[in-house]
C-alpha cells in the first residue's frame, strides 16, 4: 500500500481512491492505492506496481521515505506494509476504470478539522474489543466514509505529523 503526499495549494495533500464499484471485494470504498503482492514481490515493488495500475502513477517520481506501521486488517487475517512516498509535484492520474472509480486529493489539514474524525469501540466475537477509527468530509470525500485499514493508516499518518509539529 502507498500512501503519497504532495504539496497542492501550500497544503500537504493525501492521495486516496474510491474502488471500483465492480469489485468482488471492498467495493466502492475509500483507501490508498496498492494491492497484493505475487509470488516473489517484496511489499514495496508491489505497493509500487499496483499504485501504476490502479492510478497510472509513473513511480520513477515518488520518492519513498520509508515504511509506516504494519497494520491488520480489521476482522481479517489481512497484514498490510504502508509506504510513505512523497511526490515533488503533483503528476497526471490516470484512474484504471475496472478497478478505481475516483481519484481524491485530500488536503491533510481538512482531515484534522473538528467533527471528520472519530473513533468508536467496538466488540468483535473472537477478537474482543477494539477501536474502529472513521473519516467523513463532505467536501472531500462526499458521501464516502473512510474506516477500516484505510482510516487506521491515516490516523497514524496525522498523529505523527502532528507530533512532530
Known amino acids: 500500500m502507498l500512501v503519497l503526499v504532495f504539496e497542492k495549494d501550500g497544503e500537504a ?16 470504498n475509500i483507501s490508498f492505492p496498492g494491492g497484493r503482492m ?8 508491489a ?13 520513477s517520481v ?18 498490510v506494509v504502508p509506504f510513505l512516498g512523497i511526490l515533488a509535484l503533483r503528476p497526471p492520474f490516470v484512474p484504471n476504470a475496472s478497478e478505481v472509480d475516483e481519484i481524491l486529493e485530500v488536503p491533510l489539514s481538512e482531515l484534522l478539522r473538528d467533527g471528520v474524525a472519530w473513533e468508536e469501540r467496538w466488540s468483535i466475537p473472537q477478537e474482543g474489543e477494539r477501536t474502529v477509527h472513521f ?5 472531500y470525500l462526499g458521501e464516502n466514509l473512510i474506516w ?9 499518518l496525522l498523529d505523527r505529523a502532528t507530533r512532530s509539529t
Request: proline share 7%; charged share 25%; glycine share 8%.
Open 38 to 45: 505475487e509470488p516473489g514481490e517484496s511489499p514495496l515493488d
Open 148 to 156: 477500516g485499514m484505510t482510516a487506521m493508516i491515516l490516523w497514524d
Open 47 to 59: 505497493a509500487l506496481r499496483e499504485t501504476r495500475e490502479e492510478i497510472g502513477l509513473n513511480v
Open 13 to 28: 495533500t493525501v492521495v486516496l481512491t474510491r474502488r471500483s464499484a465492480g469489485l468482488a471485494s471492498d467495493a466502492g
Open 62 to 79: 515518488v520518492d519513498i521515505e520509508g515504511s509506516l506501521p504494519t497494520v491488520r486488517r480489521p476482522f481479517a487475517d489481512h497484514v
Open 135 to 139: 473519516f467523513a468530509h463532505p467536501a
